[in-house]
């Protein structure tokens, strides 16, 4: 079955930098685009970031660009989202999510000093 | 970037009525849309694609309808199960941007 799981989520203070992981299993990853999502403590859901199934194209929120990298490793069925230059507004569960229809549990980031 | 407007924000029903919620873009997007509920401390869970088909698994009394700008989100006989937030999302380019949510409480 298809599984989604993030990690390196934790508390980190403004300005500094922090990366986060999503392991696929239960499919082919490197056929799929990927995405990352992200929900503020009581908040909707904002889109973050989407890259290509082969890694060359990449697209950001206007909120995180310039800021956060999207990349994958489709050797080791993962993907990344680095984060710098954080900011308190980035406090957030962000989850890693395949076409919509598969999410992992989200992990959490928070940005306080 | 398109806007997509939720309406309502919060809403209470009874188990057993007809629910519904609506989502407008600010520009056409075909029916580049998915539905999603989402319950306290979970990942969303995609209901509706392409604005108006059902997602493998998803019971039958959830629909969705619409084209163009203006979308329908209905449940045709509230369980208690149905409580949860409420989400539109357009995909038709980029940025795939979300309506602000439905909260559906039972009455």
Not at chain 1, 78 to 96: E, G, I, K, P
Not at chain 2, 9 to 30: E, F, H, M, P
Request: proline share 4%; charged share 15%.
């Amino acid at each position: 079955q298809v599984q989604l799981v993030e990690s390196g989520g934790g508390v980190v203070q403004p300005g500094r930098s922090l990366r986060l992981s999503c392991a696929g299993s239960g499919f082919t990853f490197s056929s799929y685009p990927m995405n990352w999502v992200r929900q503020a403590p009581g908040k909707g859901l904002e889109w973050v970031a989407v890259i290509s199934s082969d890694g060359i194209s990449k697209y950001y929120a206007d909120s995180v660009k310039g800021r956060f990298t999207i990349s994958r490793d489709n050797s080791k069925n993962t993907l990344f989202l680095q984060m710098n230059s954080l900011r308190a507004d980035d406090t957030a569960v962000y989850y890693c999510a395949r076409a919509y229809n598969y999410w992992g549990q989200g992990t959490l980031v928070t940005v306080s000093s | 970037d398109i806007q997509m407007t939720q309406s309502p924000s919060s809403l209470s029903a009874s188990v057993g009525d007809r629910v519904t919620i609506t989502c407008q873009a600010s520009q056409d997007i075909s029916n580049s849309l998915n539905w999603y509920q989402q319950k306290p401390g979970k990942a969303p869970n995609l209901l509706i694609y392409d604005a108006s088909n059902l997602e493998t698994g998803v019971p039958s009394r959830f629909s969705g309808s619409g084209s163009g700008t203006d979308f329908i989100f209905t449940i045709s006989r509230l369980q208690p199960e149905d409580i949860a937030t409420y989400y539109c999302q357009h995909y038709d380019n980029l940025p795939y941007t979300f309506g602000q949510g439905t909260k559906l409480e039972i009455k």
